[in-house]
C-alpha cells in the first residue's frame, strides 16, 4: 500500500496485496453497544443484514428504514471497530461506516439479488473491510477509489469513489462513541462522480463539501444524480 498527497492537500491511499487472511476476531463485545448506539441517534434497527462468511471482521449491517419525517434508511456497519486499524493516532483506530438510501429503495435479499440493488450495500461492506484487509486507517477526507482506474460501483451509476465525513443527515452526537477499547468514529460515505473526484484532488476536500453543501449533496445516494462540481471548475477554469 502506497500513499499519496495530491496537490489539494487530500489523502488517498492506493492499496496494492491484501495482508493474509486473519481469523476473525473472537469475544467480541461492541455490538450491543453499537446497536444501542444506533437506535437512540437514528431510529429502531428493522433489520441486521447478517454476513454469512467472514475475514479478517464479521460485518452486519444494520438498517433503520425510512420515515414519514425522515424519507431514507440508513445502513450502518457493525463489526469494522471489531479490529482496530493501523493507525498511528490512538483517536482513529476504530471506525464504522454509515450511508443513507432513499426511501424507495428496494431492501433485503431478495431484492439484493439484483446487483442494480444491492451495489450500495457491497461497496460499504467492501469499503468497512478494506482497512484491516490492506493494513491502512481511514478518517475526515480520505478518500477511496474503486480501483485504479477508478470504475463505476454498479449499473446505472457513475459513482466510482468515496470520501468518508461527518454525516450531514446524522445527529452530531451519532459522530462518535466511547468504548472501553477507544473512540469509534461513525463516518459518513460520500460516494463521488469522477469529475468530483478530479476536483477533490486539486482543491481538496473542503472545497468538494463546500461543493456538496451548495448542491445538497449528502451520504444519501443518488445513483444518477449530476455533479456538484459548477460547469467552469469541470473544464479546469478555476
Same mark, same amino acid.
Given at each position: 500500500m502506497s500513499e499519496e498527497i495530491t496537490p489539494g492537500g487530500s489523502r488517498i491511499e492506493r492499496h496494492d496485496e491484501a495482508l493474509p487472511p486473519e481469523p476473525v476476531p473472537s469475544g467480541w463485545d461492541g455490538q450491543e453497544r453499537i446497536e444501542e448506539h444506533?437506535? #437512540?441517534h437514528l431510529g429502531p434497527i428493522a433489520t441486521v443484514f447478517h454476513e454469512l462468511v467472514s475475514e479478517y471482521v464479521h460485518l452486519d449491517v444494520l438498517i433503520v428504514e425510512a420515515t414519514d419525517d425522515r424519507p431514507f434508511h440508513w445502513l450502518v456497519t457493525c463489526g469494522m471497530s471489531a479490529r482496530p486499524m493501523a493507525s498511528d493516532e490512538s483517536d482513529d483506530r476504530y471506525a464504522e461506516l454509515i450511508i443513507g438510501l432513499p426511501a424507495d429503495w428496494p431492501l433485503g435479499e431478495d431484492a439484493w439479488k439484483d446487483e442494480r440493488?444491492?451495489?450500495?450495500?457491497?461497496?460499504?461492506?467492501?469499503?468497512? #473491510?478494506?482497512?484491516?484487509?490492506?493494513?491502512?486507517?481511514i478518517g475526515h477526507g480520505h478518500t477511496l477509489p474503486n480501483g485504479d482506474p477508478p470504475e463505476a460501483y454498479g449499473p446505472g451509476t457513475k459513482l466510482c469513489c468515496a470520501l468518508f465525513a461527518a454525516g450531514a443527515k446524522t445527529p452530531e452526537a451519532f459522530d462518535e462513541l466511547e468504548t472501553p477499547d477507544g473512540t469509534v468514529q461513525f463516518l459518513a460515505v460520500y460516494l463521488l462522480q469522477p469529475d468530483e473526484v478530479r476536483f477533490k484532488l486539486e482543491q481538496g476536500a473542503d472545497a468538494?463539501?463546500?461543493?456538496?453543501?451548495a448542491a445538497t449533496v449528502c451520504e444519501i445516494v443518488e445513483a444518477d444524480r449530476p455533479s456538484a462540481v459548477p460547469r467552469r471548475k469541470r473544464f479546469g477554469l478555476f
Open positions: 444506533v437506535e #437512540r440493488h444491492y451495489w450500495p450495500v457491497r461497496t460499504l461492506k467492501s469499503l468497512a #473491510r478494506m482497512p484491516h484487509e490492506y493494513g491502512f486507517a468538494l463539501m463546500d461543493a456538496f453543501d
